[in-house]
């Protein structure tokens, strides 16, 4: 049973056209994460929210922005995507917290060329 | 300042042998640590975790890591290697604070050699 969805798994845009990347979890978790992972590299946390709470990276590029409407989804949106965005977008959650579990639980990733 | 770090990119065993990967990490307040095994075009995959309680921890697949507060590491160990092992390795940290996040070590890939 999938418990984090990423939608689509591919992603083909045209360079600055605006892109939007979707996620969705059935698991109410409080935190939702987007990392942006690049081949062979780590995945590189862009942003997360806890609860309501927006946190950016210090070094997360303008040009990268997301929503989260409600508990269950979380949208990054690639304002002007160039050729150097291309890579695997990995959503995670996790339960935050003082007591919480942490365990952090991904879904299969959207990723992104830009042509 | 808080950073996971992994020593060796790569690691190469032969089938049977032991497996060590490396992690340290550098944090103010006790964190939370895990590795996760991600395989080609995947997500990430947890082995194990170390929140509180014993350090010795066993994950799937036969990995367990020791978390070593004196030393700040959480290696990786596995007995005996197994092809299917083959994969990157990410080390990962929860810092957990008000704005509680998770950051991962630079990975590394295990090669296993027939």
């Known amino acids: 049973d999938a418990m984090v969805i990423q939608n689509p798994r591919y992603q083909v845009t045209q360079f600055g056209k605006p892109v939007t990347l979707s996620c969705s979890q059935t698991l109410n978790h409080n935190v939702m994460y987007w990392y942006q992972q690049k081949s062979s590299q780590a995945p590189k946390l862009l942003f997360h929210?806890?609860?309501?709470?927006?946190?950016n990276e210090a070094d997360t590029p303008d040009n990268f922005q997301s929503r989260r409407p409600n508990t269950s989804f979380c949208f990054l949106d690639i304002r002007s995507p160039g050729l150097g965005d291309a890579a695997m977008y990995l959503c995670?959650?996790?339960?935050?917290?003082?007591?919480?579990?942490?365990?952090?639980?991904f879904g299969q990733g959207t990723r992104l060329t830009v042509v | 300042a808080q950073s996971v770090t992994q020593l060796g990119s790569h690691v190469s065993v032969s089938e049977g042998a032991l497996v060590l990967l490396r992690c340290n990490y550098s944090?103010?307040?006790?964190?939370?640590l895990f590795w996760y095994v991600q395989y080609p075009n995947q997500g990430l995959q947890l082995l194990l975790k170390y929140t509180t309680g014993a350090t010795l921890v066993k994950g799937i697949n036969g990995f367990e890591a020791e978390f070593k507060k004196s030393e700040t590491s959480f290696h990786l160990t596995k007995p005996s290697a197994h092809m299917s092992d083959a994969a990157e390795y990410f080390c990962a940290v929860y810092f957990s604070g008000n704005t509680g996040k998770l950051i991962f070590g630079q990975g590394t890939t295990l090669q296993v050699k027939p």
């Open positions: 929210y806890y609860d309501k709470d927006f946190n």
């Open positions: 995670a959650t996790s339960r935050g917290g003082r007591v919480g579990n942490t365990e952090a639980f």
């Open positions: 944090s103010s307040v006790p964190p939370y």
